[in-house]
Protein backbone atom coordinates (compact mmCIF):
# COMPACT_ATOMS: atom_id res chain seq x y z
CA UNK A 1 0.00 0.00 0.00
CA UNK A 2 1.08 3.47 -0.44
CA UNK A 3 1.85 6.10 1.75
CA UNK A 4 -1.67 7.78 2.23
CA UNK A 5 0.08 10.11 4.79
CA UNK A 6 -2.13 9.22 7.32
CA UNK A 7 -0.92 7.79 10.86
CA UNK A 8 -0.56 3.93 11.79
CA UNK A 9 -3.20 3.12 14.38
CA UNK A 10 -2.71 -0.38 14.06
CA UNK A 11 -6.68 -1.24 13.11
CA UNK A 12 -7.72 1.06 16.40
CA UNK A 13 -10.53 3.07 15.48
CA UNK A 14 -11.10 4.64 19.05
CA UNK A 15 -7.85 6.45 19.14
CA UNK A 16 -6.80 9.95 20.41
CA UNK A 17 -7.13 11.30 17.09
CA UNK A 18 -10.71 10.44 16.54
CA UNK A 19 -11.98 10.95 19.85
CA UNK A 20 -10.73 14.77 19.72
CA UNK A 21 -12.05 15.04 15.59
CA UNK A 22 -15.58 13.36 16.77
CA UNK A 23 -15.51 15.83 20.22
CA UNK A 24 -15.41 18.83 18.34
CA UNK A 25 -17.80 17.65 15.27
CA UNK A 26 -20.32 16.14 18.08
CA UNK A 27 -20.09 20.01 19.93
CA UNK A 28 -19.94 22.01 16.39
CA UNK A 29 -23.11 19.61 15.22
CA UNK A 30 -24.84 20.31 18.88
CA UNK A 31 -24.03 23.91 18.36
CA UNK A 32 -25.72 24.09 14.83
CA UNK A 33 -28.75 22.05 15.66
CA UNK A 34 -29.51 24.40 18.65
CA UNK A 35 -29.70 27.06 17.04
CA UNK A 36 -31.79 25.82 13.88
CA UNK A 37 -35.29 25.75 15.71
CA UNK A 38 -34.58 28.89 18.01
CA UNK A 39 -33.16 30.96 14.89
CA UNK A 40 -36.77 31.79 13.42
CA UNK A 41 -38.33 32.79 17.17
CA UNK A 42 -35.52 35.31 17.56
CA UNK A 43 -36.11 37.06 14.21
CA UNK A 44 -39.81 37.02 15.33
CA UNK A 45 -39.29 37.94 18.46
CA UNK A 46 -36.22 40.68 18.53
CA UNK A 47 -37.32 42.07 14.96
CA UNK A 48 -40.76 42.01 14.31
CA UNK A 49 -40.15 39.54 10.93
CA UNK A 50 -42.93 36.88 9.62
CA UNK A 51 -43.43 35.26 6.95
CA UNK A 52 -41.04 36.15 4.04
CA UNK A 53 -39.08 38.14 5.58
CA UNK A 54 -38.39 35.61 8.10
CA UNK A 55 -37.76 32.44 6.24
CA UNK A 56 -35.15 34.83 3.69
CA UNK A 57 -33.08 35.74 6.88
CA UNK A 58 -33.03 32.05 7.83
CA UNK A 59 -32.27 30.78 4.45
CA UNK A 60 -29.57 33.00 3.61
CA UNK A 61 -27.40 30.16 5.74
CA UNK A 62 -28.24 27.30 3.64
CA UNK A 63 -28.15 29.45 0.45
CA UNK A 64 -24.46 30.62 1.72
CA UNK A 65 -23.46 26.96 2.59
CA UNK A 66 -24.45 25.38 -0.62
CA UNK A 67 -22.79 28.41 -2.76
CA UNK A 68 -19.68 27.61 -0.64
CA UNK A 69 -19.38 23.51 -0.93
CA UNK A 70 -18.03 23.68 -4.21
CA UNK A 71 -14.56 25.59 -3.60
CA UNK A 72 -14.85 23.82 -0.19
CA UNK A 73 -14.22 20.89 -1.29
CA UNK A 74 -11.56 21.26 -3.99
CA UNK A 75 -9.74 23.37 -1.06
CA UNK A 76 -10.10 20.04 0.95
CA UNK A 77 -8.48 18.26 -1.62
CA UNK A 78 -5.90 20.96 -2.27
CA UNK A 79 -4.58 21.73 0.82
CA UNK A 80 -5.66 18.99 3.16
CA UNK A 81 -8.61 18.98 5.82
CA UNK A 82 -6.72 19.79 9.12
CA UNK A 83 -5.28 23.01 7.07
CA UNK A 84 -9.17 24.38 6.84
CA UNK A 85 -10.97 22.31 9.38
CA UNK A 86 -9.77 23.69 12.46
CA UNK A 87 -9.85 27.25 11.53
CA UNK A 88 -13.81 26.88 10.05
CA UNK A 89 -14.46 25.15 13.54
CA UNK A 90 -12.84 27.97 15.20
CA UNK A 91 -14.71 30.67 13.09
CA UNK A 92 -18.15 28.75 13.03
CA UNK A 93 -17.72 28.68 17.21
CA UNK A 94 -16.83 32.81 17.41
CA UNK A 95 -19.17 34.08 14.47
CA UNK A 96 -22.13 33.12 17.60
CA UNK A 97 -21.13 35.81 19.45
CA UNK A 98 -22.38 38.29 16.84
CA UNK A 99 -25.84 37.43 16.55
CA UNK A 100 -26.47 39.27 20.02
CA UNK A 101 -24.82 41.89 18.91
CA UNK A 102 -26.80 42.33 15.69
CA UNK A 103 -29.24 45.61 15.73
CA UNK A 104 -31.17 45.18 12.65
CA UNK A 105 -32.28 42.18 10.24
CA UNK A 106 -30.10 43.07 7.73
CA UNK A 107 -27.07 42.75 10.50
CA UNK A 108 -28.61 38.97 11.06
CA UNK A 109 -28.79 38.21 7.87
CA UNK A 110 -24.94 39.04 7.22
CA UNK A 111 -23.92 37.16 9.98
CA UNK A 112 -26.16 34.37 8.95
CA UNK A 113 -24.88 34.49 5.56
CA UNK A 114 -21.34 34.41 6.92
CA UNK A 115 -22.06 31.66 9.11
CA UNK A 116 -23.46 29.36 6.83
CA UNK A 117 -20.40 29.87 4.51
CA UNK A 118 -18.30 28.60 7.41
CA UNK A 119 -20.77 25.77 7.21
CA UNK A 120 -20.34 25.12 4.05
Same mark, same amino acid.
Given at each position: ?? &??????????? #???????? #???? /??????????? =???????? &?? /??????????????????????? =? =???????????????? =?????????????????????????? /? /????? #??
Amino acid at each position: MG &DSGMHETNGRL #WTKDFILI #WAAH /FVLSLAFHATM =PAFPLLLE &DR /FGLSGLALGAAAASYTLSAIMTR =P =PAGFCLDRFGRKVLYV =PAYCIFALVYALYPLMEDTAGVALVR /F /FHGAV #WG
